[in-house]
């Protein structure tokens, strides 16, 4: 059964940093891509950022020198180091994933949450002072 488990969520002032992370099963992250992926109350789910299975990313402009994407699939586990954090990445993050051969990685660049078949259950970030 693939399954992804969240961790790393919490409260923290502006300014300051989490690392999420995602913890995969049941299936080996090395032939996915990934994406990390946020929802504030009353918004829409918007992608943040998304690495191919090759390691390229993409970010949104919103979180673009202050968040990075990365995966070690020894672990395989997938990682949001979020830094500089501002009140207005308050949100549920959530990770996912989609095989390769699903789509491939010009589409999957756009990172939006449609492109993606397996969802982790989210953790809540709240920055707040």
């Known amino acids: 059964q693939l399954q992804f488990v969240e961790s790393g969520g919490g409260l923290v002032q502006p300014g300051g940093s989490l690392r999420l992370s995602c913890a995969a099963s049941g299936f080996s992250l090395d032939y996915y891509h990934i994406g990390w992926f946020r929802q504030a109350p009353g918004k829409e789910r918007e992608g943040v950022s998304c690495?191919?299975?090759?390691?390229?990313?993409n970010y949104a402009d919103s979180v673009k020198g202050r968040f990075t994407i990365s995966r070690d699939n020894v672990m395989n586990t997938v990682y949001l180091q979020m830094n500089s954090l501002k009140p207005e990445d308050t949100a549920v993050y959530y990770c996912?994933?989609?095989?390769?051969?699903?789509?491939?990685?010009?589409?999957?660049?756009?990172?939006?949450?449609?492109?993606?078949?397996?969802w982790g259950q989210g953790t809540q970030v709240t920055v707040s002072s």
């Open positions: 690495m191919s299975s090759g390691d390229s990313t």
């Open positions: 996912a994933a989609v095989h390769v051969t699903r789509s491939a990685w010009p589409v999957i660049s756009s990172c939006a949450p449609n492109r993606f078949d397996f």
